[in-house]
């Protein structure tokens, strides 16, 4: 891919890269902090002044010369939410009822800002059974007008002339998830896995009441708005595959995949994602019949390479990620060695967008994660070794 002369500025940026064309540089983001990292990065020499939007990187970053990126904020969640509030404490532990109903138990040891440094224990769920479904259904309704920004037609106008891409909303803890991610909020990661089996007829059900939900509250929004990118939370695997089958994509998540997609295309979005930690790479072929065209954050440790999946599926296939977030703790050499080896290949070929393969843990230092951004802007613009 030639890089340009003419500097562009990052929605021309974002577009022209998803779709091979050349461009000045390719877009210059990363996804974000743990709370952790922040602390520690603060002690040594991070201004406490400059992350504007908390842990977040993805929306830009003027400190460190980010391009923006925007979701627009639309509620795709449970409308009322449930009342987070503190079921029991002690010492070591909190449990807590989250606003998307989940009951969880928390180490409070080296907690920062209420996140924790592990995983919460997921003790309860508010599903259980389709008459608990039911009971839920009410919070999703699409018409719901808590739903868009007010006032919408302010909202609309300022995005009209934006220079920046801007991403459809459909990622988030208390927004619509795809269709695993979903379930697995309601029911929990084991019901999510076998309600496919159990119970396949409300399975369908559930999976074309999300479809339905997330076209109909959308279609306000796509009916007056250019959207440059469509993004699927799914997070449905793990380091050595998926937790569902191709069989049950085929059979349950493809048909409703395509349908959302084909919507979001008629409406000239023709950028979409998957988001999954894991390794999801079984997957990829039903995937792709099904609309979607992109996927990150390629994982690292789940064996998720950026230049093995662009040589198997080809411009078929969007990348975005694949730095490995372990190499950034190990020091300039391991970190010039991670960029050198993936992102100049892909530099000419295009349609990748290189970042940490998640949020950068604490175990980096301020000044390695200062050496991997300046490295990968001098990569990015051609500026290595010149």
Excluded at 52 to 75: H, M, P, Q, V
Excluded at 78 to 104: H, K, N, S
Excluded at 315 to 323: A, F, N
Aim: charge should be negative; hydrophobic fraction near 40%; proline fraction near 6%.
């Amino acid at each position: 891919m030639r890089l340009e002369s003419k500097r562009m500025n990052a929605r021309e940026r974002f577009v022209r890269t998803m779709h091979f064309q050349s461009v000045d540089r390719l877009p210059l983001v990363e996804l974000g902090l743990w709370e952790q990292t922040i602390d520690r990065w603060q002690t040594e020499g991070l201004p406490p002044d400059v992350l504007k939007r908390g842990t977040s990187l993805i929306y830009g970053n003027d400190f460190f010369g980010l391009d923006r990126f925007e979701t627009l904020d639309i509620r795709l969640g449970m409308i009322p939410e449930f009342q987070q509030e503190v079921l029991a404490e002690d010492e070591r532990y909190m449990t807590v009822r989250r606003p998307d109903g989940r009951i969880t138990k928390a180490l409070k040891e080296g907690m920062v800002r209420g996140q924790r440094q592990c995983m919460d224990q997921y003790l309860d769920f508010p599903v259980k059974c389709r008459a608990d479904w039911q009971a839920l259904r009410w919070r999703y309704d699409p018409e719901s007008p808590e739903r868009h920004l007010q006032p919408w037609e302010v909202t609309v106008e300022s995005l009209r002339t934006r220079d920046y891409p801007l991403q459809v909303p459909a990622l988030g803890a208390t927004k619509m998830n795809g269709f695993y991610s979903s379930f697995r909020n309601w029911m929990g990661t084991e019901m999510a896995c076998t309600v496919f089996h159990d119970e396949p007829a409300w399975a369908h059900e559930m999976c074309d009441f999300i479809a339905d939900m997330i076209i109909t509250t959308l279609s306000k929004a796509m009916k007056c708005i250019d959207f440059d990118v469509f993004q699927w939370h799914e997070d449905f695997a793990f380091r050595s595959g998926p937790l569902v089958s191709p069989g049950i994509v085929e059979t349950f998540l493809a048909p409703r995949y395509r349908r959302v997609n084909d919507f979001v295309r008629s409406h000239g979005t023709d950028v979409i994602f998957l988001d999954s930690d894991g390794d999801p790479r079984v997957l990829i072929p039903l995937l792709l019949e099904a609309g979607i065209n992109g996927l990150w954050p390629l994982e690292a440790a789940a064996n998720q390479d950026p230049m093995a999946l662009r040589k198997e599926y080809g411009h078929d296939l969007l990348l975005w990620g694949g730095i490995d977030k372990r190499a950034l703790a190990k020091g300039k050499k391991a970190i010039e060695e991670e960029l050198l080896a993936k992102i100049p290949p892909l530099l000419e070929d295009g349609g990748y967008i290189p970042t940490v393969d998640h949020s950068v843990p604490p175990d980096v230092s301020y000044r390695d994660f200062q050496f991997y951004l300046d490295l990968k802007r001098r990569i990015i613009e051609g500026r290595f070794g010149a």
